[in-house]
């Protein structure tokens, strides 16, 4: 509840939701309007599941599966995408020590090279 109030004065301060929620209470230090805000939008959430149990079951069933499948995409990326991903740092070198990057065969015979040589973290130009 605090930390979604919180996103919401800050979406209201930066203009992504009216002006009217960004408001700090003078007496309290909080941003109240974004506080009720929270908890209206919570209460709507879970006005289904005052009728049906099956509503909630679904509505949990539903974030369950998508913290287990952000959960696993997160834990994959450390675990292997590390290994293949280099990013643009390989990118990089390559520009400092001049290869062409728009002839992707030299960027290929460079690394090439560089695995033959057991140093592929250091690209050098020969």
């Given at each position: 509840?605090?930390?979604?109030?919180?996103?919401?004065?800050?979406?209201?301060r930066d203009g992504g939701l009216p002006?009217?929620?960004?408001k700090v209470d003078k007496r309290y230090r909080a941003p109240i309007r974004a506080i009720w805000l929270a908890a209206a939008l919570s209460f709507l959430l879970a006005v289904p599941s005052l009728g049906?149990?099956?509503?909630?079951?679904?509505?949990?069933?539903?974030?369950?599966?998508?913290?287990?499948?952000?959960l696993w995409t997160v834990g994959s990326w450390f675990l292997w995408a590390r290994?293949?991903?280099?990013?643009?740092?390989?990118?990089?070198?390559a520009e400092q020590l001049g290869i062409d990057l728009?002839?992707?065969?030299?960027?290929?015979?460079?690394e090439m090279q560089a695995k033959l040589e057991?140093?592929?973290?250091?690209?050098?130009?020969r």
């Open positions: 509840m605090t930390s979604n109030s919180r996103m919401m004065f800050g979406f209201s002006h009217f929620f960004d049906s149990t099956v509503a909630f079951s679904a509505a949990t069933s539903i974030a369950t599966i998508v913290g287990i499948v952000a290994r293949w991903f280099t990013g643009p740092v390989r990118q990089i070198q728009e002839d992707p065969a030299a960027m290929e015979k460079v057991g140093d592929v973290d250091n690209l050098k130009t």
